[in-house]
């Protein structure tokens, strides 16, 4: 194939396997709808080597559905990047696992449309930036608060006003991340349809001062400031708890536990509790306790982002 003649000649990968590890993300911290996220530290990793045909090997259990060819989603992000670029993307054989919930609001979408990016940039040789790859990523995402999280890592705003795509990684905010997983999932699609197409405009002007209030109180340690704010969201919490029976549950014991604030970890169902740096452990501990039929993470925030190397 074209493709996998031209990156051998170019000697890109000859012999070696990419390695791509992408953290997930959490994104709205509440308020901060479609623009605010966090990386965490749990992973999706792709092995890729250039191949005659398209392969993909699940090494979890979680992704065995997907397709195991290059109708899978990752190739077709990394086959489009290509495109976008006038290259041809050489057919791969890869290795995909991962620890990112699927379906539960942690940015696995993003995480693989992150990668998808990353094996045309490698194997095309496209020499793109990171902030091109977001460019690119929210191009397939729709917003940049996921895929910005998981390519800079931290706490990130995130904004994409036409095509011009900014962010900005807001290293002084620290907290422990706190996850709370059901086994229910709820597809992105189905939680957009309960929000409303448009917003009176004193209660989006509110909406829009709570989001900003949630940023200075992270960034200012006022930790009861922001979870006052974490509660006050407009945008879009209001319409999407009544497809989580159990917010206001996790929501009460989360803040009995000692987290500080909780929201919705993006579309839901997870909800994302946040506690005060090195408490994050301990209200982990006290909500297992309490909490059946859910798995809690007690997490870091990941700093690095996406990275990958030839082996």
Request: aromatic share 6%.
């Amino acid at each position: 194939m074209k493709g996998v003649e031209e990156a051998l000649a170019a000697g890109v990968g000859r012999g070696r396997a990419l390695c791509v590890k992408v953290p997930a993300s959490s994104a709205n911290l509440g308020p901060g709808f479609d623009s605010l996220g966090v990386a965490l530290n749990l992973y999706m990793e792709v092995q890729a080597v250039i191949s005659e045909k398209w392969g993909v090997v699940p090494l979890s259990n979680s992704l065995a559905c997907f397709p195991g060819d290059e109708k899978n989603f990752i190739c077709q992000i990394a086959i489009k990047t290509a495109e976008l670029y006038k290259h041809e993307m050489p057919s791969l054989h890869l290795s995909v696992k991962s620890e990112i919930p699927l379906a539960r609001g942690l940015g696995s979408s993003a995480a693989a449309i992150v990668a998808g990016v990353e094996l045309a940039n490698e194997f095309c040789g496209l020499q793109l930036s990171r902030f091109e790859k977001l460019a690119v990523a929210s191009r397939f995402e729709g917003h940049p608060d996921n895929a910005g999280a998981s390519l800079f890592g931290g706490v990130v705003v995130g904004s994409q006003i036409g095509d011009e795509v900014d962010l900005t990684v807001l290293d002084q905010i620290q907290f422990d991340p706190v996850l709370v997983v059901p086994k229910q999932e709820l597809l992105t699609e189905a939680s957009r349809d309960v929000l409303p197409a448009v917003m009176e405009f004193q209660r989006s002007v509110q909406a829009s001062a709570v989001a900003n209030q949630l940023l200075a109180a992270l960034m200012t340690q006022n930790w009861a400031l922001a979870g006052r704010m974490m509660d006050a969201d407009l945008f879009h919490q209001p319409y999407r708890k009544a497809l989580v029976p159990f917010y206001e549950e996790v929501h009460v014991k989360a803040i009995q536990s000692g987290a500080f604030g909780a929201a919705l970890s993006g579309a839901g169902p997870s909800l994302l509790c946040l506690a005060q740096p090195g408490k994050g452990e301990e209200v982990a501990n006290q909500l297992r306790q309490q909490l059946t039929g859910m798995e809690i993470f007690s997490l870091k925030i990941d700093q690095e982002g996406c990275r990958s190397s030839f082996r």
